[in-house]
């Protein structure tokens, strides 16, 4: 088994959460204390002060007008299914999001040493290296043992992240009850540990068999959509699915160059 950490700094809290990551009985907050129904948000738009549980503990994509989007970031303990070509920059994504907190990034197809490197230098050009304490533990996944080693790599979590599956194809093609059973296991310690687990899926013309289930469980899903003009390459991202929030009526126009942004151009943001 090939693992290793890229470790910038020592662990500390998460951005916008009171408990230290040191201190074990803090490790697991209550999913309450951290989330509210979107239905809170409708009862406070009125109100002049913010609504007491605030958003300010859910995790930021890194990009701050998405965040607006998705009305505050990315709420604890959801499993994010993002979908996007393999002959995209889609991998900005990714790394974005896990260069944004202590992250756990399992790797199913890229050497270790690569991603070590490319989210290393995502923590460093996103100024984290400076304001926060970011610890991210790169694993990489036995082809012969996927979900065995995945299954270990999950059971010890152990304080708030981003897990990060990339990709989750691979493991896609494993019998559909053990793939279940992952994927609810790995839903649950991100409930148990207000965290974020984001899976990066690869379209593709013929998907994985596992593909409905990654889909039909996850609370949010991403697709990034790519059309080519005369003169132009344009990509749209569509909120698909948000269990518990609202899917986007119209997609986000982005721009993927050697990073993400979102296009204003149409005062969308």
């Not at 400076?130 to 610890?135: E, F, G, K, L, P």
């Not at 948000?242 to 982005?254: D, F, H, I, M, S």
Request: net charge negative; proline share 6%; aromatic share 6%.
């Amino acid at each position: 088994m090939e693992q290793s950490r890229v470790s910038l700094s020592e662990n500390g809290p998460m951005p916008g959460d009171d408990s230290s990551a040191n201190d074990s009985a803090n490790r697991s907050p209550s999913l309450d204390s951290l989330f509210e129904p979107s239905e809170a948000v409708e009862e406070s738009a009125d109100d002049a002060e913010p609504p007491a549980w605030s958003n300010k503990n859910w995790l930021s994509t890194g990009i701050e007008s998405l965040d607006r989007y998705l009305g505050g970031g990315i709420p604890p303990g959801r499993l994010v299914a993002f979908e996007a070509p393999a002959n995209t920059q889609a991998e900005l994504f990714v790394k974005q999001v896990a260069s944004q907190y202590d992250s756990l990034y399992l790797t199913t197809l890229r050497p270790r040493w690569e991603v070590e490197e490319a989210v290393r230098d995502y923590i460093q050009r996103a100024g984290n290296l400076a304001t926060n304490r970011i610890d991210t533990r790169v694993e990489y996944l036995n082809p012969e043992s996927l979900l065995k080693e995945a299954h270990q790599h999950i059971d010890r979590l152990d304080g708030r992240s981003v897990v990060v599956v990339d990709s989750v194809d691979k493991i896609e093609t494993a019998a559909e009850a053990d793939y279940v059973d992952f994927i609810t296991e790995l839903k649950k310690q991100l409930w148990e540990t207000g965290s974020v687990g984001l899976l990066h899926c690869i379209e593709r013309t013929n998907q994985p068999p596992g593909r409905p289930i990654t889909l039909q469980m996850s609370d949010i899903i991403l697709e990034l959509h790519r059309s080519v003009q005369p003169g132009s390459v344009e990509y749209r991202l569509l909120v698909a699915k948000y269990r518990g929030g609202r899917a986007l009526t119209e997609p986000v126009k982005l721009e993927l160059t050697d990073e993400i942004r979102i296009d204003t151009s149409r005062d969308i943001a």
